[in-house]
């Protein structure tokens, strides 16, 4: 009989994997967490301890030589999503790389070519379009009950002037579009089930580092507008909010949904600017992280398409390079 649960190896020890991921996957029904790599042994051998993992290695190409593991995640450096998700890939790995996926839409097509050619599975780490929150956004807005959906507001904040956080290192894809502004364009694309004809994009860098610290973007859709701020300094916040021709959708906490209480979606009728027409819907305490490794696991399991397309993975990509170029030209960009 075959074994229900994927054996998942993990290439390296980031935070996001430790403090997150990991923990989340293995409250799922449907992942194993048999393997974690580090180059440094020691830091293996201490997550693993730390985290219940049986396996620690001290290379990363030990871990994809290890025949028991059937996928591998890779929360390494933006840099390193596209390298180390085709070797893992050509190694016969089914791949859940965390976003971005890689450095811009072109770096993320070769991805295209090594799932083809491997015929493995490979998905971009997008947690956030499996919660239930967000697909009964979407249901919601489907249904008609805000009428018709013409504009997306959108905010996602925190302040970070870490000189040593990767998120601040240009070079390695740091700055809050890569980091966060991604999430805004993937939620107004994954609710508009539309990609954006044109963009426009305004920037602020760090004077010392060069990478953008305040972002705000247009994206005009075929069938309306989003609009988004994010940035790495600034006070902590994030929102989306949804907004039809007779009402209106506002996702309380979208993108770092708690695993440790429920999350909730306020759906107002208009009626009131005071919020007496509001609705509140509840959804139970999930862990998306969990929610997300099932999914994918699942589609290896049965066959199916895994949560987050490496097509849908380029398209998003496109989005983000045109905002940088537009933010540079000062004009509208085609993605």
């Known amino acids: 009989m075959m074994r229900k649960k994927v054996r998942w190896g993990v290439l390296g020890v980031a935070r996001i994997a430790t403090k997150k991921v990991i923990p989340g996957m293995q409250k799922g029904e449907w992942c194993e967490i048999a393997a ?3 180059r440094d042994l020691r830091k293996a051998e201490a997550a693993a301890s730390e985290l219940g993992i049986p396996n620690a290695y001290g290379s990363y190409e030990e871990l994809l030589q290890d025949p028991e593991i059937e996928a591998v995640y890779n929360p390494l450096p933006n ?19 965390e976003k971005p996926l890689g450095l811009n839409a072109g770096d993320a097509r070769a991805l295209l070519s090594a799932r083809d050619r491997t015929g493995v599975k490979i998905g971009e780490a997008f947690m956030v379009r499996t919660h239930p929150q967000w697909v009964r956004t979407r249901e919601i807005i489907e249904s008609g009950r805000i009428g ?19 998120r601040n290192v240009l070079v390695w894809g740091g700055g809050g579009l890569m980091d966060i502004g ?12 539309e990609e954006p004809v044109r963009v426009m994009g305004l920037m602020d860098r760090d004077p010392e580092w060069k990478i953008d610290r305040l972002t705000s973007a247009i994206l ?23 907004f039809g021709t007779q009402g209106r959708v506002d996702v309380e906490i979208p993108f770092n949904a708690p695993d440790d209480r429920p999350c909730r ?46 097509e849908d993975a380029i398209k998003n990509m496109s989005v983000i390079d045109a905002i940088f170029r537009s933010a540079e030209s000062g004009k509208w960009e085609k993605p």
Not at 148 to 163: A, E, Q, V
Not at 184 to 190: D, E, G, L, M
Not at 270 to 275: C, E, R, V, W
């Open 79 to 97: 840099q390193l999503h596209v390298p180390w998700t085709i070797k893992a890939a050509e190694a016969g790995k089914h791949v859940l790389c």
């Open 265 to 310: 979606i306020f759906i107002d009728d208009g009626s009131d600017l005071f919020g007496g027409g509001v609705r509140t819907e509840e959804f139970a305490t999930c862990d998306q992280y969990g929610v997300q490794g099932d999914g994918f696991s699942r589609a290896i399991r049965e066959g199916g398409e895994v949560p987050v397309s490496v």
């Open 36 to 38: 974690i790599a580090s």
């Open 148 to 166: 018709t959906l013409r504009s997306i507001m959108g905010f996602f904040s925190y302040f970070n002037r870490d000189p040593a956080n990767i």
């Open 220 to 242: 005009d859709f075929p069938s309306g507008q989003s609009i988004f701020t994010c940035s790495t300094q600034l006070v902590p916040y994030q929102r989306m909010q949804f």
């Open 182 to 193: 991604c999430y805004p364009v993937t939620t107004s694309r994954f609710v508009f089930r």
